[in-house]
């Protein structure tokens, strides 16, 4: 995270899209790289948020 005139940003991988797919290419060359080990974790509802100093976005993961 780096902060700049009062703004701060998360720089750093925090999520990584589709991989609760088996079938996905992402998550299949995870498996592959892995050896089948990486172990991933849902994010919850909101997953992300971005707020700006009259209003915040709430970003909501699709069913």
Do not use: Q
Not at 11 to 31: A, L, P, Q
């Amino acid at each position: 995270m780096f902060k700049r005139k009062g703004y701060e940003w998360d720089v750093g991988i925090h999520y990584i899209g589709e991989v609760h797919r088996d079938s996905s290419t992402g998550r299949r060359i995870f498996d592959l790289i892995t050896d089948g080990n990486l172990k991933w974790a849902g994010m919850g509802n909101p997953y992300d948020r971005i707020i700006f100093p009259d209003r915040s976005y709430d970003f909501c993961a699709p069913k």
